[in-house]
């Protein structure tokens, strides 16, 4: 991923917040049969291994699971909050017209080595484990044994996890940091104005101290 210095995210507290607060992840394998995407939501458990680790789960139909070989090299890309920018939010543009339109956007690049598991325990765990974190913020929380138990193994039957090692990140997070103080305030307050807080929210967030 091309890196521009005011734009790389060093920071691993950076890296874990994003994917937990948009844990929809876009794996990518390369197979016999080319690059392969598919998008599955992950639980990062950070403590687990050298660099932490992903869990996920796929339907016993999808072909992925068979295509990889354990230990192979894969890559998950999950995608913080993004939009469009239009250079005549800048009051700049007005005096000089020396601006183009740009997009702002976070996102977080998971290399690792991804390990199929295919029996009851593993796929029990890493449903249950998505469960907690997905039904986190509800009110009553739907846990797995609410469903009779017959259904439920017919269900977990279907499916297969898989874990990837982490083995390096890296992030970028693009939301206007080159811009002048002026220009960069009024984009923040159009994207208010406009209804799109969490883009404007993480602007604010990103900007160097004192800039």
């Given at each position: 991923m091309y890196q521009p210095a005011l734009f790389a995210e060093n920071r691993p507290e950076e890296w874990h917040r994003l994917i937990r607060e948009h844990?929809?992840?876009m794996l990518v394998t390369a197979t016999a049969?080319?690059?392969e995407a598919e998008h599955l939501p992950f639980v990062l458990e950070a403590e687990r291994g050298p660099s932490g680790t992903l869990l996920a789960h796929v339907a016993r139909a999808n072909p992925v699971w068979r295509a990889v070989g354990e230990?192979?090299?894969?890559?998950?890309?999950?995608?913080?909050?993004?939009?469009y920018i239009s250079p005549s939010w800048?009051?700049?543009?007005?005096?000089?017209?020396?601006?183009?339109?740009?997009w702002n956007y976070e996102v977080v690049h998971v290399h690792g080595r991804i390990r199929v598991l295919d029996d009851t325990n593993a796929v029990r765990g890493a449903v249950?484990?998505?469960?907690?974190?997905?039904?986190?913020?509800?009110?009553?929380p739907w846990k797995m044994g609410d469903a009779p138990a017959d259904y439920l193994a017919s269900e977990l039957a279907h499916i297969v996890a898989i874990e990837i090692a982490?083995?390096?990140?890296?992030?970028k997070r693009k939301l206007s940091q080159n811009r002048d103080e002026r220009d960069?305030?009024?984009v923040v307050e159009t994207l208010e104005q406009r209804g799109e807080l969490a883009l404007a929210e993480a602007m604010r967030g990103a900007r160097p101290a004192g800039s």
């Open positions: 844990p929809l992840g049969a080319g690059l230990g192979d090299a894969v890559m998950v890309v999950f995608r913080g909050v993004q939009g800048y009051p700049s543009k007005h005096e000089h017209h020396r601006h183009v339109p740009t249950a484990k998505l469960t907690r974190q997905s039904e986190a913020g509800e009110p009553v982490i083995e390096r990140i890296e992030a960069f305030n009024n």
